[in-house]
Protein backbone atom coordinates (compact mmCIF):
# COMPACT_ATOMS: atom_id res chain seq x y z
CA UNK A 1 0.00 0.00 0.00
CA UNK A 2 1.08 3.17 -1.04
CA UNK A 3 1.20 6.01 1.78
CA UNK A 4 0.28 9.81 0.82
CA UNK A 5 1.16 11.86 3.42
CA UNK A 6 0.02 15.05 3.79
CA UNK A 7 0.38 17.96 6.71
CA UNK A 8 -3.46 18.49 7.76
CA UNK A 9 -4.79 20.00 10.78
CA UNK A 10 -7.77 17.93 12.37
CA UNK A 11 -10.45 20.14 10.33
CA UNK A 12 -8.51 19.79 7.21
CA UNK A 13 -8.48 16.26 7.91
CA UNK A 14 -12.28 16.13 8.46
CA UNK A 15 -12.53 18.23 4.99
CA UNK A 16 -10.31 15.33 3.58
CA UNK A 17 -12.76 12.45 4.82
CA UNK A 18 -15.85 14.09 3.86
CA UNK A 19 -14.58 14.94 0.23
CA UNK A 20 -13.27 10.95 -0.24
CA UNK A 21 -16.37 10.14 0.85
CA UNK A 22 -18.13 11.28 -2.20
CA UNK A 23 -20.61 13.73 -0.10
CA UNK A 24 -23.05 15.44 -2.08
CA UNK A 25 -24.62 18.27 -0.09
CA UNK A 26 -22.56 19.96 2.52
CA UNK A 27 -24.55 23.04 4.91
CA UNK A 28 -22.27 25.72 5.99
CA UNK A 29 -22.61 27.93 9.15
CA UNK A 30 -19.91 29.44 10.31
CA UNK A 31 -18.20 29.28 14.54
CA UNK A 32 -14.98 28.64 15.83
CA UNK A 33 -13.60 26.60 15.86
CA UNK A 34 -15.20 24.54 13.05
CA UNK A 35 -14.97 27.05 10.27
CA UNK A 36 -12.06 25.78 8.55
CA UNK A 37 -13.83 22.72 7.65
CA UNK A 38 -16.82 24.06 5.36
CA UNK A 39 -14.07 26.87 4.17
CA UNK A 40 -11.62 24.10 2.73
CA UNK A 41 -14.63 21.50 1.74
CA UNK A 42 -15.78 24.91 -0.34
CA UNK A 43 -12.12 25.72 -1.83
CA UNK A 44 -12.46 21.79 -2.93
CA UNK A 45 -15.97 22.33 -4.61
CA UNK A 46 -14.93 25.59 -6.12
CA UNK A 47 -11.65 24.09 -7.63
CA UNK A 48 -13.48 21.18 -9.14
CA UNK A 49 -12.05 18.83 -6.75
CA UNK A 50 -14.97 17.83 -5.46
CA UNK A 51 -18.70 17.20 -7.08
CA UNK A 52 -21.02 18.66 -4.40
CA UNK A 53 -23.39 21.60 -3.76
CA UNK A 54 -22.28 23.82 -0.84
CA UNK A 55 -25.72 25.24 0.89
CA UNK A 56 -24.71 28.69 3.04
CA UNK A 57 -27.74 28.71 5.59
CA UNK A 58 -28.50 31.44 7.98
CA UNK A 59 -28.18 29.65 11.30
CA UNK A 60 -27.14 26.20 13.14
CA UNK A 61 -30.98 24.97 13.16
CA UNK A 62 -31.39 25.43 9.14
CA UNK A 63 -27.81 23.78 8.73
CA UNK A 64 -28.62 20.37 10.01
CA UNK A 65 -32.63 20.35 8.67
CA UNK A 66 -30.46 21.22 4.97
CA UNK A 67 -28.99 18.50 5.49
CA UNK A 68 -31.51 15.90 7.01
CA UNK A 69 -33.48 16.92 4.02
CA UNK A 70 -30.59 16.46 1.20
CA UNK A 71 -29.97 13.01 3.31
CA UNK A 72 -33.77 11.99 2.96
CA UNK A 73 -33.70 12.73 -0.43
CA UNK A 74 -31.28 9.68 -1.03
CA UNK A 75 -27.16 11.60 -1.18
CA UNK A 76 -24.80 11.73 1.36
CA UNK A 77 -24.54 14.87 3.14
CA UNK A 78 -22.38 16.84 6.16
CA UNK A 79 -22.39 19.36 7.95
CA UNK A 80 -20.20 20.76 10.64
CA UNK A 81 -20.22 23.02 14.22
CA UNK A 82 -19.19 23.63 17.69
CA UNK A 83 -20.63 24.69 21.24
CA UNK A 84 -23.15 26.95 20.51
CA UNK A 85 -24.14 26.38 16.95
CA UNK A 86 -24.54 22.41 18.41
CA UNK A 87 -27.23 23.68 20.88
CA UNK A 88 -29.29 25.79 18.37
CA UNK A 89 -29.22 22.76 16.42
CA UNK A 90 -30.38 20.00 19.65
CA UNK A 91 -34.41 20.21 18.13
CA UNK A 92 -32.89 18.64 14.49
CA UNK A 93 -30.34 16.44 16.24
CA UNK A 94 -32.85 14.44 17.98
CA UNK A 95 -35.32 14.65 14.86
CA UNK A 96 -32.73 13.15 12.64
CA UNK A 97 -32.35 10.16 14.63
CA UNK A 98 -36.08 9.36 15.05
CA UNK A 99 -35.91 9.89 11.23
CA UNK A 100 -33.73 7.21 10.78
CA UNK A 101 -31.51 9.02 8.17
CA UNK A 102 -27.68 8.32 7.91
CA UNK A 103 -26.05 11.73 8.46
CA UNK A 104 -22.35 12.72 9.75
CA UNK A 105 -21.39 15.50 11.22
CA UNK A 106 -18.46 16.92 13.30
CA UNK A 107 -18.54 18.30 16.50
CA UNK A 108 -15.25 20.34 17.25
CA UNK A 109 -15.53 20.37 20.91
CA UNK A 110 -15.70 24.16 22.70
CA UNK A 111 -16.79 25.17 25.82
CA UNK A 112 -20.34 26.59 26.03
CA UNK A 113 -20.72 30.36 27.71
CA UNK A 114 -22.08 31.95 29.42
CA UNK A 115 -19.36 33.29 29.66
CA UNK A 116 -17.76 33.01 25.99
CA UNK A 117 -14.92 30.62 25.54
CA UNK A 118 -13.35 29.24 22.78
CA UNK A 119 -11.01 26.50 23.62
CA UNK A 120 -12.11 23.13 24.09
CA UNK A 121 -14.06 20.54 26.87
CA UNK A 122 -16.19 18.38 25.95
CA UNK A 123 -19.42 19.84 27.14
CA UNK A 124 -21.25 20.13 24.14
CA UNK A 125 -20.87 17.28 22.35
CA UNK A 126 -21.19 14.83 25.63
CA UNK A 127 -24.75 16.88 26.02
CA UNK A 128 -26.21 15.00 22.74
CA UNK A 129 -25.33 11.80 24.06
CA UNK A 130 -29.45 10.83 24.80
CA UNK A 131 -30.12 11.87 21.19
CA UNK A 132 -29.82 8.14 19.21
CA UNK A 133 -26.73 9.48 17.59
CA UNK A 134 -23.74 7.34 17.32
CA UNK A 135 -20.85 9.57 18.77
CA UNK A 136 -17.29 9.15 17.82
CA UNK A 137 -14.34 10.26 19.69
CA UNK A 138 -10.68 11.04 18.31
CA UNK A 139 -7.47 11.01 19.09
CA UNK A 140 -5.56 12.55 16.61
CA UNK A 141 -5.78 13.66 12.75
CA UNK A 142 -4.83 10.38 11.67
CA UNK A 143 -8.08 9.03 13.66
CA UNK A 144 -10.09 11.76 12.55
CA UNK A 145 -10.18 11.27 8.83
CA UNK A 146 -10.03 7.45 9.64
CA UNK A 147 -13.25 7.60 11.63
CA UNK A 148 -15.31 10.17 9.37
CA UNK A 149 -14.89 7.46 6.51
CA UNK A 150 -15.74 4.59 8.93
CA UNK A 151 -18.41 6.65 10.42
CA UNK A 152 -20.29 6.79 6.74
CA UNK A 153 -20.21 3.35 6.14
CA UNK A 154 -21.69 2.38 9.93
CA UNK A 155 -24.43 5.06 10.18
CA UNK A 156 -25.95 4.00 6.17
CA UNK A 157 -25.25 0.22 7.21
CA UNK A 158 -29.06 -1.30 7.09
CA UNK A 159 -28.18 -3.08 11.25
CA UNK A 160 -27.90 0.65 12.01
CA UNK A 161 -29.34 3.29 9.78
CA UNK A 162 -28.71 6.17 12.25
CA UNK A 163 -26.81 9.32 11.89
CA UNK A 164 -23.28 9.79 13.19
CA UNK A 165 -21.05 12.68 15.00
CA UNK A 166 -17.54 12.66 15.21
CA UNK A 167 -15.83 15.04 18.23
CA UNK A 168 -12.39 16.46 17.84
CA UNK A 169 -10.80 19.24 20.69
CA UNK A 170 -10.55 22.36 19.27
CA UNK A 171 -7.65 24.14 18.69
CA UNK A 172 -5.81 20.98 19.79
CA UNK A 173 -6.69 18.82 16.87
CA UNK A 174 -9.02 21.22 15.02
CA UNK A 175 -5.96 23.66 13.84
CA UNK A 176 -2.86 21.78 15.07
CA UNK A 177 -1.05 20.28 11.83
CA UNK A 178 -0.32 16.69 11.87
CA UNK A 179 1.20 14.28 9.18
CA UNK A 180 -2.06 12.32 7.99
CA UNK A 181 -1.79 9.40 5.13
CA UNK A 182 -4.84 10.56 3.32
CA UNK A 183 -5.93 7.34 1.47
CA UNK A 184 -6.40 6.77 -2.71
CA UNK A 185 -10.07 7.66 -4.15
CA UNK A 186 -10.00 4.23 -5.20
CA UNK A 187 -9.53 2.29 -1.67
CA UNK A 188 -12.08 4.43 -0.12
CA UNK A 189 -14.35 3.25 -3.16
CA UNK A 190 -14.09 -0.24 -2.55
CA UNK A 191 -14.50 0.67 1.28
CA UNK A 192 -17.78 2.71 0.98
CA UNK A 193 -19.97 1.48 -0.87
CA UNK A 194 -22.92 3.51 -2.95
CA UNK A 195 -25.61 4.99 -0.59
CA UNK A 196 -28.05 2.99 1.47
CA UNK A 197 -30.83 4.31 3.81
CA UNK A 198 -33.88 3.22 5.29
CA UNK A 199 -36.61 5.44 2.61
CA UNK A 200 -35.77 7.90 0.67
CA UNK A 201 -38.20 11.13 -0.43
CA UNK A 202 -38.93 11.00 -4.75
CA UNK A 203 -41.33 13.45 -6.37
CA UNK A 204 -43.48 10.65 -7.80
CA UNK A 205 -44.11 8.84 -4.74
CA UNK A 206 -45.12 11.20 -1.64
CA UNK A 207 -44.51 9.74 1.86
CA UNK A 208 -45.06 11.57 5.29
CA UNK A 209 -42.75 11.38 7.90
CA UNK A 210 -42.86 12.49 11.17
CA UNK A 211 -46.84 12.24 11.59
CA UNK A 212 -48.35 12.02 15.12
CA UNK A 213 -48.54 8.07 15.93
CA UNK A 214 -52.07 6.91 16.54
CA UNK A 215 -51.07 4.76 19.10
CA UNK A 216 -48.34 5.80 21.65
CA UNK A 217 -47.07 2.40 21.96
CA UNK A 218 -45.49 2.91 18.04
CA UNK A 219 -43.73 5.57 19.12
CA UNK A 220 -41.96 4.34 21.66
CA UNK A 221 -40.86 1.09 19.72
CA UNK A 222 -39.84 3.79 17.33
CA UNK A 223 -37.30 4.88 20.60
CA UNK A 224 -36.77 1.65 21.06
CA UNK A 225 -35.77 0.70 17.70
CA UNK A 226 -33.41 3.70 18.28
CA UNK A 227 -31.69 1.82 21.40
CA UNK A 228 -31.94 -1.70 19.84
CA UNK A 229 -30.13 -0.24 16.65
CA UNK A 230 -27.36 1.50 18.49
CA UNK A 231 -26.53 -1.18 20.31
CA UNK A 232 -26.70 -3.51 17.45
CA UNK A 233 -24.03 -0.95 16.08
CA UNK A 234 -21.25 -2.56 18.13
CA UNK A 235 -20.76 -5.21 16.08
CA UNK A 236 -21.02 -3.54 12.82
CA UNK A 237 -18.11 -1.06 14.43
CA UNK A 238 -16.07 -4.07 14.92
CA UNK A 239 -16.43 -5.51 11.64
CA UNK A 240 -15.95 -1.71 9.96
CA UNK A 241 -12.98 -0.88 11.96
CA UNK A 242 -11.65 -4.37 11.15
CA UNK A 243 -12.21 -4.06 7.03
CA UNK A 244 -10.48 -0.75 7.40
CA UNK A 245 -7.54 -2.30 9.80
CA UNK A 246 -6.66 -4.87 6.27
CA UNK A 247 -7.03 -2.06 3.78
CA UNK A 248 -5.27 0.68 5.37
CA UNK A 249 -3.03 -1.08 7.99
CA UNK A 250 -4.76 1.35 10.61
CA UNK A 251 -7.67 0.21 13.06
CA UNK A 252 -8.51 1.26 16.37
CA UNK A 253 -10.04 -1.34 18.32
CA UNK A 254 -13.74 -0.63 17.34
CA UNK A 255 -15.44 0.71 20.80
CA UNK A 256 -12.46 0.88 22.83
CA UNK A 257 -8.35 0.86 22.64
CA UNK A 258 -6.00 -0.68 25.42
CA UNK A 259 -3.01 0.79 26.10
CA UNK A 260 -0.68 -1.44 28.45
CA UNK A 261 -3.33 -2.62 29.82
CA UNK A 262 -2.82 -6.91 29.82
CA UNK A 263 -0.83 -6.56 33.42
CA UNK A 264 -2.47 -3.53 34.39
CA UNK A 265 -3.97 -3.60 38.10
CA UNK A 266 -5.42 0.26 38.07
CA UNK A 267 -6.83 1.78 34.45
CA UNK A 268 -7.46 5.32 33.59
CA UNK A 269 -10.37 5.93 31.67
CA UNK A 270 -10.76 8.52 28.86
CA UNK A 271 -11.80 10.19 25.55
CA UNK A 272 -10.40 12.43 23.14
CA UNK A 273 -7.08 14.39 22.55
CA UNK A 274 -5.78 13.89 26.00
CA UNK A 275 -6.14 10.68 25.53
CA UNK A 276 -2.42 11.06 23.86
CA UNK A 277 -1.41 12.34 27.18
CA UNK A 278 -2.68 10.09 28.50
CA UNK A 279 -0.23 7.19 26.59
CA UNK A 280 3.15 9.73 28.32
CA UNK A 281 1.16 9.59 31.81
CA UNK A 282 1.24 5.58 31.51
CA UNK A 283 4.73 5.43 30.40
CA UNK A 284 5.96 7.83 33.16
CA UNK A 285 3.93 5.62 35.97
CA UNK A 286 4.73 2.28 34.54
CA UNK A 287 8.48 3.68 34.60
CA UNK A 288 7.89 4.54 37.84
CA UNK A 289 6.47 0.85 39.42
CA UNK A 290 3.04 1.64 39.11
CA UNK A 291 0.65 -1.33 37.66
CA UNK A 292 -1.32 1.49 35.54
CA UNK A 293 -3.05 0.86 31.81
CA UNK A 294 -5.10 2.78 29.57
CA UNK A 295 -8.89 2.72 28.46
CA UNK A 296 -9.16 5.05 25.56
CA UNK A 297 -13.25 4.58 24.57
CA UNK A 298 -13.66 5.61 20.90
CA UNK A 299 -17.17 5.51 21.09
CA UNK A 300 -19.39 6.90 23.75
CA UNK A 301 -22.72 5.70 21.81
CA UNK A 302 -23.29 3.37 21.92
CA UNK A 303 -21.45 3.10 25.46
CA UNK A 304 -19.04 -0.10 24.95
CA UNK A 305 -20.06 -1.42 28.78
CA UNK A 306 -18.80 -4.82 27.97
CA UNK A 307 -16.07 -4.17 26.49
CA UNK A 308 -14.85 -1.62 29.57
CA UNK A 309 -15.92 -4.64 32.07
CA UNK A 310 -14.08 -7.07 30.32
CA UNK A 311 -10.83 -5.46 30.65
CA UNK A 312 -11.32 -3.78 34.52
CA UNK A 313 -12.50 -6.62 35.98
CA UNK A 314 -9.90 -8.44 38.43
CA UNK A 315 -7.98 -5.10 38.51
CA UNK A 316 -7.83 -2.83 41.65
CA UNK A 317 -9.26 0.24 40.58
CA UNK A 318 -9.94 3.18 37.36
CA UNK A 319 -10.15 6.70 37.74
CA UNK A 320 -12.53 8.48 34.81
CA UNK A 321 -11.18 11.52 33.20
CA UNK A 322 -14.31 14.07 31.99
CA UNK A 323 -13.76 17.33 30.62
CA UNK A 324 -17.29 17.61 31.04
CA UNK A 325 -19.82 17.71 34.31
CA UNK A 326 -23.87 17.04 34.40
CA UNK A 327 -24.02 19.68 36.92
CA UNK A 328 -25.32 19.10 40.27
CA UNK A 329 -24.13 14.87 39.47
CA UNK A 330 -20.74 14.16 38.20
CA UNK A 331 -18.81 13.42 34.78
CA UNK A 332 -20.97 11.86 31.67
CA UNK A 333 -18.21 9.40 31.53
CA UNK A 334 -17.92 8.20 34.94
CA UNK A 335 -21.97 7.89 35.35
CA UNK A 336 -21.97 5.72 32.57
CA UNK A 337 -18.78 3.81 33.39
CA UNK A 338 -20.07 3.25 37.34
CA UNK A 339 -23.47 2.40 36.24
CA UNK A 340 -22.28 -0.20 33.78
CA UNK A 341 -19.19 -1.86 35.50
CA UNK A 342 -21.57 -1.84 38.94
CA UNK A 343 -24.49 -3.70 37.08
CA UNK A 344 -21.99 -5.99 35.48
CA UNK A 345 -20.58 -6.71 39.02
CA UNK A 346 -16.64 -5.21 38.65
CA UNK A 347 -16.36 -4.38 42.00
CA UNK A 348 -13.73 -1.78 41.90
CA UNK A 349 -13.54 1.43 43.37
CA UNK A 350 -13.95 4.06 40.68
CA UNK A 351 -13.04 7.61 40.82
CA UNK A 352 -14.15 10.49 39.16
CA UNK A 353 -11.41 13.43 37.89
CA UNK A 354 -13.09 16.09 36.26
CA UNK A 355 -10.52 18.37 34.50
CA UNK A 356 -10.18 20.47 31.37
CA UNK A 357 -13.10 22.47 31.40
CA UNK A 358 -13.16 25.22 29.35
CA UNK A 359 -9.78 24.40 27.75
CA UNK A 360 -7.99 24.72 31.10
CA UNK A 361 -4.47 22.75 30.02
CA UNK A 362 -3.73 19.68 31.38
CA UNK A 363 -0.39 18.06 30.63
CA UNK A 364 0.55 14.62 31.31
CA UNK A 365 2.52 15.46 34.48
CA UNK A 366 -0.75 16.73 35.82
CA UNK A 367 -3.01 13.54 34.72
CA UNK A 368 0.61 11.34 36.28
CA UNK A 369 0.15 13.50 39.57
CA UNK A 370 -3.52 13.06 40.12
CA UNK A 371 -3.77 9.26 38.87
CA UNK A 372 -0.39 8.09 41.81
CA UNK A 373 -2.64 9.70 44.76
CA UNK A 374 -5.51 7.94 43.10
CA UNK A 375 -3.32 4.18 43.50
CA UNK A 376 -1.80 5.40 46.86
CA UNK A 377 -5.01 6.36 48.69
CA UNK A 378 -6.42 2.36 47.38
CA UNK A 379 -3.32 1.18 48.49
CA UNK A 380 -3.09 2.51 51.74
CA UNK A 381 -6.50 3.09 52.65
CA UNK A 382 -8.86 0.44 50.11
CA UNK A 383 -11.32 3.15 49.11
CA UNK A 384 -11.59 6.23 47.51
CA UNK A 385 -12.51 9.44 49.54
CA UNK A 386 -13.19 12.14 46.75
CA UNK A 387 -14.72 10.08 44.12
CA UNK A 388 -15.32 13.47 42.20
CA UNK A 389 -12.76 15.51 42.00
CA UNK A 390 -12.65 18.66 40.88
CA UNK A 391 -8.73 19.30 39.35
CA UNK A 392 -7.94 22.87 38.53
CA UNK A 393 -4.36 22.10 37.81
CA UNK B 1 -28.91 -6.39 1.39
CA UNK B 2 -29.84 -6.91 5.21
CA UNK B 3 -33.24 -8.68 6.60
CA UNK B 4 -33.50 -6.40 9.24
CA UNK B 5 -36.41 -4.01 8.89
CA UNK B 6 -36.53 -0.75 11.78
CA UNK B 7 -39.58 0.79 13.09
CA UNK B 8 -39.93 4.19 10.84
CA UNK B 9 -42.06 6.96 11.28
CA UNK B 10 -43.61 6.85 7.89
CA UNK B 11 -46.78 7.40 6.48
CA UNK B 12 -48.51 7.46 3.08
CA UNK B 13 -50.67 11.11 2.90
CA UNK B 14 -54.39 9.86 2.21
CA UNK B 15 -57.66 12.37 2.15
CA UNK B 16 -57.60 13.62 5.34
CA UNK B 17 -60.84 13.44 7.57
CA UNK B 18 -62.11 16.72 8.89
CA UNK B 19 -63.63 18.84 6.10
CA UNK B 20 -61.48 21.89 6.91
CA UNK B 21 -63.29 23.65 4.18
CA UNK B 22 -65.92 25.11 6.66
CA UNK B 23 -63.35 27.21 8.47
CA UNK B 24 -63.25 29.32 5.19
CA UNK B 25 -64.53 33.20 5.49
CA UNK B 26 -63.07 34.04 1.79
CA UNK B 27 -63.51 31.20 -0.84
CA UNK B 28 -60.66 31.76 -4.00
CA UNK B 29 -62.78 32.00 -7.24
CA UNK B 30 -60.83 31.55 -10.62
CA UNK B 31 -61.12 33.35 -13.68
CA UNK B 32 -60.00 30.55 -16.12
CA UNK B 33 -59.87 32.90 -18.94
CA UNK B 34 -57.27 34.93 -17.49
CA UNK B 35 -55.58 31.49 -16.12
CA UNK B 36 -51.90 31.13 -17.91
CA UNK B 37 -51.12 27.34 -16.38
CA UNK B 38 -48.27 28.96 -14.36
CA UNK B 39 -49.14 26.54 -11.70
CA UNK B 40 -48.13 28.89 -8.86
CA UNK B 41 -51.55 28.64 -7.37
CA UNK B 42 -51.08 24.73 -6.87
CA UNK B 43 -47.29 25.35 -5.60
CA UNK B 44 -47.90 27.50 -3.18
CA UNK B 45 -51.24 25.92 -1.61
CA UNK B 46 -50.31 24.58 2.03
CA UNK B 47 -52.91 22.62 2.18
CA UNK B 48 -52.26 21.12 -1.31
CA UNK B 49 -56.47 21.83 -2.07
CA UNK B 50 -55.57 22.99 -5.67
CA UNK B 51 -55.83 20.11 -7.86
CA UNK B 52 -54.74 19.88 -11.80
CA UNK B 53 -57.86 18.99 -13.89
CA UNK B 54 -56.16 20.05 -17.46
CA UNK B 55 -59.78 20.25 -19.16
CA UNK B 56 -61.18 22.23 -21.79
CA UNK B 57 -62.80 24.78 -19.48
CA UNK B 58 -60.09 25.15 -16.96
CA UNK B 59 -56.50 24.38 -16.26
CA UNK B 60 -56.93 23.99 -12.36
CA UNK B 61 -59.77 24.08 -9.75
CA UNK B 62 -59.92 24.44 -5.72
CA UNK B 63 -61.16 21.32 -3.98
CA UNK B 64 -63.55 23.28 -1.62
CA UNK B 65 -63.81 20.71 1.12
CA UNK B 66 -60.47 21.42 2.35
CA UNK B 67 -59.69 24.82 1.13
CA UNK B 68 -59.56 26.97 4.50
CA UNK B 69 -59.03 30.51 2.58
CA UNK B 70 -55.86 31.48 3.23
CA UNK B 71 -55.38 33.37 0.49
CA UNK B 72 -52.11 32.51 -0.33
CA UNK B 73 -53.22 31.08 -4.35
CA UNK B 74 -54.54 34.61 -4.93
CA UNK B 75 -51.29 36.23 -3.62
CA UNK B 76 -49.73 34.48 -5.77
CA UNK B 77 -51.41 34.45 -8.89
CA UNK B 78 -49.29 36.82 -11.11
CA UNK B 79 -52.03 37.46 -13.58
CA UNK B 80 -55.15 37.75 -10.76
CA UNK B 81 -56.61 35.34 -12.02
CA UNK B 82 -57.70 34.52 -8.69
CA UNK B 83 -60.06 36.52 -6.38
CA UNK B 84 -61.61 36.11 -2.94
CA UNK B 85 -64.89 36.14 -2.33
CA UNK B 86 -66.69 36.88 0.93
CA UNK B 87 -68.44 33.34 2.09
CA UNK B 88 -72.11 33.68 2.30
Sequence with gaps: MKLVVMHLTGNYAVAWAVKLSRVKVVSAYPITPQTTIVEKISEFIESGMMDAKIVRVESEHSALATVFGAASSGVRAFTATSSHGLMYMYEMVWWSAGARVPIVMAIVTRTIGAPWNIWSDHSDFMSQ??????????????????????LFRITEDPRVYLPGMIALDAFILSHTTEPVDVPDQSLVDSFLPSRRQPYTFKSGDPITMGNLPSNPRDNMKMRWDVHESLVAAKKVIMEVDREWGELTGRSYGGLIECYRCSDAKYFIIGVGAWVGDMREAVDMLRSEGYEVGLIKLRFVRPFPAEELAEVVRGGKGAIVFDRSVSAGSAGPLYLDTVAHLGALNVGVPVKNVIAGIAGVDVTYNDIAGVVRSF???????GVVSNYVEWYFG | MSEISHILPLSKPKEGISKTGTWRLKKPVIDHSKCVKCLMCWLHCPESTIDVVESSEKFVEVNYEFCKGCGVCANVCPVKAISMVPEG
Aim: aromatic share 6%; proline share 0%; hydrophobic share 40%.
Design chain 1, 129 to 150: RDTGWLMIFAEHNQEVLDSVIQ
Design chain 1, 375 to 381: IEEIESK
